[in-house]
Protein backbone atom coordinates (compact mmCIF):
# COMPACT_ATOMS: atom_id res chain seq x y z
CA UNK A 1 0.00 0.00 0.00
CA UNK A 2 1.22 3.42 -1.23
CA UNK A 3 1.78 5.35 1.98
CA UNK A 4 0.27 8.76 2.58
CA UNK A 5 2.96 11.66 1.80
CA UNK A 6 4.62 13.31 -0.52
CA UNK A 7 4.93 11.23 -3.64
CA UNK A 8 5.65 11.85 -7.96
CA UNK A 9 2.45 12.68 -9.18
CA UNK A 10 0.41 10.43 -11.60
CA UNK A 11 -0.64 13.31 -13.60
CA UNK A 12 2.50 15.31 -14.56
CA UNK A 13 2.38 15.59 -17.89
CA UNK A 14 6.38 15.41 -18.65
CA UNK A 15 6.40 18.92 -19.23
CA UNK A 16 8.26 20.98 -16.72
CA UNK A 17 10.44 20.68 -13.44
CA UNK A 18 9.14 17.14 -11.95
CA UNK A 19 6.39 17.61 -9.24
CA UNK A 20 5.03 15.39 -6.39
CA UNK A 21 1.58 15.38 -5.06
CA UNK A 22 -0.07 14.71 -1.62
CA UNK A 23 -1.25 11.09 -1.33
CA UNK A 24 -3.99 10.72 2.17
CA UNK A 25 -3.59 7.08 2.06
CA UNK A 26 -6.81 6.91 0.33
CA UNK A 27 -6.74 9.39 -2.87
CA UNK A 28 -4.78 12.05 -4.42
CA UNK A 29 -5.17 15.56 -3.08
CA UNK A 30 -5.13 18.83 -4.47
CA UNK A 31 -1.95 19.92 -3.09
CA UNK A 32 1.16 19.52 -5.49
CA UNK A 33 4.90 20.75 -4.90
CA UNK A 34 8.02 20.83 -6.85
CA UNK A 35 9.99 17.62 -6.14
CA UNK A 36 12.73 18.26 -4.15
CA UNK A 37 16.23 17.99 -5.79
CA UNK A 38 18.48 17.71 -3.08
CA UNK A 39 16.27 16.47 -0.11
CA UNK A 40 16.93 12.78 -0.17
CA UNK A 41 14.26 10.67 1.30
CA UNK A 42 15.86 8.80 4.45
CA UNK A 43 13.90 5.36 5.60
CA UNK A 44 15.02 2.78 8.46
CA UNK A 45 13.61 -0.59 7.05
CA UNK A 46 12.07 -1.69 10.36
CA UNK A 47 11.74 -5.95 10.04
CA UNK A 48 7.78 -6.07 10.43
CA UNK A 49 6.90 -4.27 6.77
CA UNK A 50 7.77 -0.68 8.29
CA UNK A 51 10.00 2.19 7.59
CA UNK A 52 10.57 4.90 9.91
CA UNK A 53 12.60 7.96 9.46
CA UNK A 54 12.05 11.86 11.58
CA UNK A 55 8.93 9.97 12.69
CA UNK A 56 6.29 11.20 10.95
CA UNK A 57 2.90 8.31 11.17
CA UNK A 58 1.96 7.87 7.71
CA UNK A 59 0.20 4.37 7.17
CA UNK A 60 -0.07 0.61 6.98
CA UNK A 61 1.48 -1.65 5.23
CA UNK A 62 2.86 -5.03 7.04
CA UNK A 63 2.60 -2.24 9.88
CA UNK A 64 2.88 1.33 9.77
CA UNK A 65 5.17 3.35 7.59
CA UNK A 66 6.79 6.28 9.24
CA UNK A 67 8.30 8.22 6.85
CA UNK A 68 11.20 11.07 7.74
CA UNK A 69 12.79 12.87 5.08
CA UNK A 70 15.36 15.31 4.92
CA UNK A 71 14.54 19.14 4.01
CA UNK A 72 11.45 20.26 3.44
CA UNK A 73 9.52 17.47 3.75
CA UNK A 74 6.62 18.69 5.85
CA UNK A 75 3.45 17.51 5.30
CA UNK A 76 0.30 20.41 3.61
CA UNK A 77 -1.61 21.65 6.21
CA UNK A 78 -4.97 21.85 4.52
CA UNK A 79 -7.61 20.01 2.99
CA UNK A 80 -8.28 19.91 -0.22
CA UNK A 81 -10.24 17.50 -2.86
CA UNK A 82 -9.19 15.73 -5.57
CA UNK A 83 -9.73 12.61 -7.78
CA UNK A 84 -9.88 9.59 -6.23
CA UNK A 85 -6.67 6.90 -6.97
CA UNK A 86 -7.63 4.61 -4.08
CA UNK A 87 -10.89 3.49 -2.46
CA UNK A 88 -12.28 6.08 0.24
CA UNK A 89 -11.62 4.93 3.71
CA UNK A 90 -14.38 4.35 5.27
CA UNK A 91 -14.94 6.27 8.82
CA UNK A 92 -11.75 8.61 8.29
CA UNK A 93 -11.87 11.66 10.66
CA UNK A 94 -12.81 15.34 9.41
CA UNK A 95 -11.05 18.25 10.77
CA UNK A 96 -7.66 18.86 10.50
CA UNK A 97 -4.76 19.94 13.11
CA UNK A 98 -1.29 20.62 11.22
CA UNK A 99 0.43 20.48 14.78
CA UNK A 100 0.43 16.92 14.63
CA UNK A 101 2.20 13.94 16.91
CA UNK A 102 1.84 14.07 20.50
CA UNK A 103 5.12 13.99 22.22
CA UNK A 104 7.27 11.28 24.70
CA UNK A 105 8.20 7.65 24.03
CA UNK A 106 5.55 5.24 25.86
CA UNK A 107 2.73 8.57 26.09
CA UNK A 108 0.78 7.22 22.91
CA UNK A 109 2.48 9.14 20.32
CA UNK A 110 5.87 10.65 19.33
CA UNK A 111 6.96 13.70 18.39
CA UNK A 112 6.11 14.48 14.67
CA UNK A 113 5.68 17.20 12.04
CA UNK A 114 2.23 17.51 11.75
CA UNK A 115 -0.99 15.86 10.83
CA UNK A 116 -1.77 14.87 7.12
CA UNK A 117 -4.89 16.86 5.43
CA UNK A 118 -8.25 16.37 7.10
CA UNK A 119 -6.37 14.04 10.19
CA UNK A 120 -7.20 14.80 13.22
CA UNK A 121 -4.79 14.77 16.17
CA UNK A 122 -5.65 11.53 18.33
CA UNK A 123 -6.04 11.57 21.96
CA UNK A 124 -3.12 12.12 24.66
CA UNK A 125 -3.90 8.66 26.49
CA UNK A 126 -0.40 7.78 28.68
CA UNK A 127 1.00 4.20 28.02
CA UNK A 128 -1.16 3.85 25.17
CA UNK A 129 -0.58 4.26 21.04
CA UNK A 130 -4.23 5.47 19.62
CA UNK A 131 -5.91 4.39 16.50
CA UNK A 132 -8.33 7.55 16.17
CA UNK A 133 -10.29 5.94 12.99
CA UNK A 134 -10.01 2.42 14.35
CA UNK A 135 -11.36 3.90 17.68
CA UNK A 136 -8.49 1.52 19.53
CA UNK A 137 -5.60 2.15 22.07
CA UNK A 138 -2.66 -0.50 21.98
CA UNK A 139 -0.61 -0.84 25.18
CA UNK A 140 2.98 0.28 25.03
CA UNK A 141 5.44 -1.76 26.89
CA UNK A 142 8.35 -0.13 28.92
CA UNK A 143 10.97 0.40 26.64
CA UNK A 144 9.21 0.47 23.62
CA UNK A 145 8.33 3.31 21.20
CA UNK A 146 4.50 4.32 20.73
CA UNK A 147 3.34 6.08 17.51
CA UNK A 148 -0.69 7.67 17.42
CA UNK A 149 -1.84 8.25 14.43
CA UNK A 150 -5.14 9.42 13.04
CA UNK A 151 -5.25 6.33 10.72
CA UNK A 152 -3.43 3.10 12.43
CA UNK A 153 -1.20 3.10 15.45
CA UNK A 154 2.29 1.22 15.86
CA UNK A 155 4.85 0.26 18.62
CA UNK A 156 8.43 -0.65 17.88
CA UNK A 157 11.28 -2.34 19.48
CA UNK A 158 14.73 -3.27 19.25
CA UNK A 159 16.34 -1.11 16.14
CA UNK A 160 19.84 -2.94 14.68
CA UNK A 161 21.03 -2.95 11.41
CA UNK A 162 18.93 -4.86 8.67
CA UNK A 163 20.32 -8.49 7.92
CA UNK A 164 20.20 -8.16 4.66
CA UNK A 165 20.97 -4.70 4.16
CA UNK A 166 22.79 -2.92 6.80
CA UNK A 167 21.95 0.57 5.30
CA UNK A 168 18.58 0.02 6.78
CA UNK A 169 17.64 -0.24 10.21
CA UNK A 170 15.17 -3.24 11.25
CA UNK A 171 13.49 -3.87 14.50
CA UNK A 172 13.19 -6.93 16.75
CA UNK A 173 9.00 -6.28 17.42
CA UNK A 174 6.59 -4.41 15.99
CA UNK A 175 2.63 -4.78 15.89
CA UNK A 176 0.69 -1.83 14.06
CA UNK A 177 -3.02 -1.15 13.32
CA UNK A 178 -5.30 -0.19 11.18
CA UNK A 179 -8.81 -0.01 9.62
CA UNK A 180 -8.76 -3.49 7.25
CA UNK A 181 -9.83 -1.21 4.25
CA UNK A 182 -6.44 0.93 5.05
CA UNK A 183 -4.63 -1.94 3.77
CA UNK A 184 -7.68 -2.73 1.33
CA UNK A 185 -8.45 -6.03 3.08
CA UNK A 186 -11.70 -7.51 2.24
CA UNK A 187 -13.71 -9.83 3.92
CA UNK A 188 -16.99 -10.06 5.95
CA UNK A 189 -16.06 -11.54 9.01
CA UNK A 190 -12.96 -11.73 11.44
CA UNK A 191 -11.69 -15.51 10.70
CA UNK A 192 -11.75 -14.70 6.87
CA UNK A 193 -9.62 -11.77 7.13
CA UNK A 194 -7.26 -12.95 9.47
CA UNK A 195 -6.62 -15.99 7.53
CA UNK A 196 -6.40 -13.85 4.07
CA UNK A 197 -4.16 -10.80 5.68
CA UNK A 198 -1.56 -13.47 7.09
CA UNK A 199 0.48 -14.79 3.92
CA UNK A 200 0.55 -10.87 3.24
CA UNK A 201 1.85 -9.86 6.77
CA UNK A 202 4.80 -11.92 6.70
CA UNK A 203 5.67 -11.31 2.96
CA UNK A 204 5.80 -7.55 3.99
CA UNK A 205 7.20 -7.93 7.69
CA UNK A 206 10.47 -10.39 6.25
CA UNK A 207 9.52 -11.43 2.74
CA UNK A 208 11.75 -8.08 1.14
CA UNK A 209 15.47 -7.61 0.72
CA UNK A 210 15.71 -7.21 4.92
CA UNK A 211 15.31 -11.15 5.23
CA UNK A 212 15.27 -12.17 1.82
CA UNK A 213 12.58 -14.42 0.93
CA UNK A 214 10.51 -16.67 2.95
CA UNK A 215 11.60 -20.49 2.30
CA UNK A 216 8.76 -22.05 4.67
CA UNK A 217 6.57 -21.25 7.52
CA UNK A 218 4.37 -23.40 10.09
CA UNK A 219 0.94 -22.32 11.55
CA UNK A 220 1.36 -22.23 15.38
CA UNK A 221 -1.97 -20.33 16.01
CA UNK A 222 -5.33 -19.97 14.34
CA UNK A 223 -8.24 -19.64 16.57
CA UNK A 224 -11.05 -16.93 17.97
CA UNK A 225 -10.14 -14.45 20.38
CA UNK A 226 -11.71 -11.46 22.11
CA UNK A 227 -10.30 -7.82 21.66
CA UNK A 228 -11.44 -4.53 23.04
CA UNK A 229 -15.38 -6.40 23.76
CA UNK A 230 -15.43 -7.76 20.01
CA UNK A 231 -15.26 -11.39 18.59
CA UNK A 232 -12.18 -11.76 16.46
CA UNK A 233 -10.15 -14.04 14.92
CA UNK A 234 -5.72 -14.78 15.17
CA UNK A 235 -3.81 -16.44 12.85
CA UNK A 236 0.14 -16.66 13.88
CA UNK A 237 2.99 -18.35 11.99
CA UNK A 238 6.29 -18.79 11.91
CA UNK A 239 8.65 -17.64 8.72
CA UNK A 240 12.02 -19.24 8.18
CA UNK A 241 13.94 -16.22 6.23
CA UNK A 242 16.78 -16.19 3.47
CA UNK A 243 18.79 -13.58 5.73
CA UNK A 244 19.33 -13.18 9.44
CA UNK A 245 16.50 -14.19 12.10
CA UNK A 246 13.28 -16.11 11.31
CA UNK A 247 10.44 -14.40 12.96
CA UNK A 248 6.84 -14.96 14.07
CA UNK A 249 4.29 -12.81 12.51
CA UNK A 250 0.57 -12.77 13.23
CA UNK A 251 -2.43 -11.16 11.95
CA UNK A 252 -5.35 -10.49 14.75
CA UNK A 253 -8.61 -8.98 12.80
CA UNK A 254 -11.87 -8.07 14.90
CA UNK A 255 -14.25 -5.57 14.82
CA UNK A 256 -14.12 -1.93 15.69
CA UNK A 257 -15.41 -1.02 19.55
CA UNK A 258 -16.52 2.31 18.21
CA UNK A 259 -17.88 1.27 14.55
CA UNK A 260 -19.52 -1.89 13.96
CA UNK A 261 -19.10 -2.24 10.28
CA UNK A 262 -15.49 -1.64 10.36
CA UNK A 263 -13.01 -4.61 10.96
CA UNK A 264 -9.53 -3.58 12.45
CA UNK A 265 -6.76 -5.53 11.50
CA UNK A 266 -3.37 -5.89 14.16
CA UNK A 267 -0.36 -6.84 12.07
CA UNK A 268 2.26 -8.08 14.44
CA UNK A 269 6.15 -9.47 13.64
CA UNK A 270 9.26 -10.61 15.99
CA UNK A 271 12.37 -11.52 15.26
CA UNK A 272 13.29 -14.84 16.72
CA UNK A 273 16.75 -13.70 18.95
CA UNK A 274 17.85 -13.40 21.97
CA UNK A 275 17.44 -10.09 22.08
CA UNK A 276 13.51 -10.07 20.52
CA UNK A 277 10.74 -9.84 22.91
CA UNK A 278 9.08 -12.78 23.73
CA UNK A 279 6.02 -14.31 22.51
CA UNK A 280 4.13 -13.56 25.78
CA UNK A 281 4.55 -9.81 24.97
CA UNK A 282 2.37 -9.93 22.29
CA UNK A 283 0.16 -11.50 23.78
CA UNK A 284 0.19 -9.04 26.71
CA UNK A 285 -0.62 -6.20 24.19
CA UNK A 286 -3.32 -7.80 22.52
CA UNK A 287 -4.96 -8.86 26.06
CA UNK A 288 -4.48 -5.16 26.59
CA UNK A 289 -5.69 -3.63 23.59
CA UNK A 290 -9.08 -1.16 24.36
CA UNK A 291 -11.45 1.05 23.26
CA UNK A 292 -9.70 4.84 23.00
CA UNK A 293 -9.99 6.53 25.53
CA UNK A 294 -13.26 8.87 24.98
CA UNK A 295 -14.79 6.94 22.20
CA UNK A 296 -17.32 5.34 24.05
CA UNK A 297 -17.96 1.27 24.33
CA UNK A 298 -16.02 -1.32 26.52
CA UNK A 299 -12.37 -1.95 27.65
CA UNK A 300 -9.79 -4.29 26.23
CA UNK A 301 -8.89 -7.81 26.93
CA UNK A 302 -8.48 -10.98 24.67
CA UNK A 303 -9.18 -14.26 25.83
Request: glycine share 20%; hydrophobic share 30%; aromatic share 4%.
Amino acid sequence: MTPPGWHPDPGHSGKGPAQERWWDGAQWTGHVRASPGAARRRGIRVGVGVTVGAVVLAAIGGGVYLLGEDGDGGRPDTVASSPSGAPELPGAPDGGNKDGGQGGEGNGGEDGEGQGPGEQLPPTEPGFATDLTAGISLPVPEGWKGTSGAVGAGLTTGEHPCPGDTAETCVRGGIFSAPAAAVKLTAKTPEEAAKKDIAVNAKESYGGKSYGKITSHEELKSEAVTVAGGKGYVVRWKVVTEKGDDGYVESLVFPSPTSKDMLVVVRSGFDINKDAPKLSVLDEITGGIKTASGAGGGTGGAV
